[in-house]
């Protein structure tokens, strides 16, 4: 299977994923137990591998660049801190 030669666990289409808006990162359920992640960011830019903080498995996500939610800006006067 071409994904096990890539290392993939899965390929997984971002309409599965769930979408954290106050983190701009995408998740998924890793069978062991945590979460896969990838952030927005890394999709605008062409990265397409979620991968877990817990194990070793990786997923590739399928998306349309396109497709993605506007980037966030801060509104006018907000002070955004770390």
């Known amino acids: 299977m071409a994904e096990e030669e ?4 899965d390929q997984v289409e ?3 994923m769930t979408f954290d808006a106050a983190l701009q990162s995408y998740w998924y359920p890793c069978p062991c137990g945590d979460k896969f992640w990838v952030c927005i960011d890394d999709l605008r830019e062409g990265q397409d591998v979620a991968v877990c ?3 070793s498995l ?7 660049p396109e ?4 980037p966030v ?3 006018a006067g907000v002070t955004v801190s770390a």
């Open 67 to 70: 497709d993605l939610p506007a």
């Open 53 to 55: 903080p817990s194990c």
């Open 14 to 16: 971002i309409e599965d």
């Open 6 to 9: 890539e290392g993939f666990y």
């Open 73 to 75: 800006t801060p509104a």
């Open 58 to 64: 990786i997923i590739q996500v399928i998306y349309e």
